[in-house]
Antibody, heavy 120, light 111 residues
Framework: QVQLVQSGAEVTEPGASVKVSCKAS????????MHWVRQAPGQSLEWMGW????????KYSQKFQGRVTITSDTSATTGYMELSSLRSEDTAVYFC?????????????WGQGTLVTVSS | QSALTQPASVSGSPGQSITISCTGT?????????VSWYQQHPGKAPKVMIY???NRPSGVSNRFSGSKSGNTASLTISGLQAEDEADYYC???????????FGGGTKLTVL
């Protein structure tokens, strides 16, 4: 069965960076993409970016362009999302979501989420 | 503000049917049959209920159905049950520089 297991909660200070990992299993890692989506407390889902699992191509939301870096390690079947220059508004639950390399690119299976708290 | 527009809340009694709308543009909802719907219970990760406008993943009840007309997609839940009470989000592929967009979410209350 498809499983996405994310790293644990993080507490960090304004101006710092955070890197969240997402270990995938139950499917061929390179045949699928990975999205990153965040959800601030009480707010809606917000798409951040996507990485093609086969060739490593990335796309980012303009809102996060320049601050977010999405990578993957195919040998470890793990995806990563790094967000820099953190501010209090970045406090949110961050999800990795399996997606598709082509066609709809739709997100389907979700990780459990990682709470990132930005506070001084 | 979210790229796709959903009503903030809907409600219905057990056994009734409700419909949640999701309005976008010709660059997303209207231009492609790539709309998904997600259910999220409090404190949980979202779960896909409908993909590609009207397809149900294995294991999702046939009480959930999807449709689209023009730039508006809809999720209908028939025979409402208490466990359907949750937040629902639509999402769509977009031809803009952003690959995927979500709606603002709709809170479903089962009375």
């Amino acid at each position: 069965q498809v499983q996405l297991v994310q790293s644990g909660a993080e507490v960090t200070e304004p101006g710092a960076s955070v890197k969240v990992s997402c270990k995938a299993s139950g499917y061929t890692f390179t045949a699928y993409a990975m999205h990153w989506v965040r959800q601030a407390p009480g707010q809606s889902l917000e798409w951040m970016g996507w990485i093609n699992g086969g060739n490593g191509d990335t796309k980012y939301s303009q809102k996060f362009q320049g601050r977010v870096t999405i990578t993957s390690d195919t040998s470890a079947t793990t995806g990563y999302m790094e967000l820099s220059s953190l501010r209090s508004e970045d406090t949110a639950v961050y999800f990795c979501v399996r997606g598709y390399n082509l066609g709809s690119h739709r997100p389907d299976y979700w990780g459990q989420g990682t709470l990132v708290t930005v506070s001084s | 503000q979210s790229a796709l527009t959903q009503p903030a809340s809907v409600s219905g009694s057990p056994g009734q049917s409700i419909t949640i709308s999701c309005t976008g543009t010709s660059s997303d909802v209207g231009g492609y049959n790539y709309v998904s719907w997600y259910q999220q219970h409090p404190g949980k990760a979202p779960k896909v209920m409908i993909y590609d406008v009207r397809n149900r993943p294995s294991g999702v009840s046939n009480r959930f159905s999807g449709s689209k007309s023009g730039n508006t997609a809809s999720l209908t839940i028939s025979g409402l049950q208490a466990e359907d009470e949750a937040d629902y989000y639509c999402g769509s592929y977009t031809s803009s520089s952003t690959l995927w967009v979500f709606g603002g979410g709709t809170k479903l209350t089962v009375l």
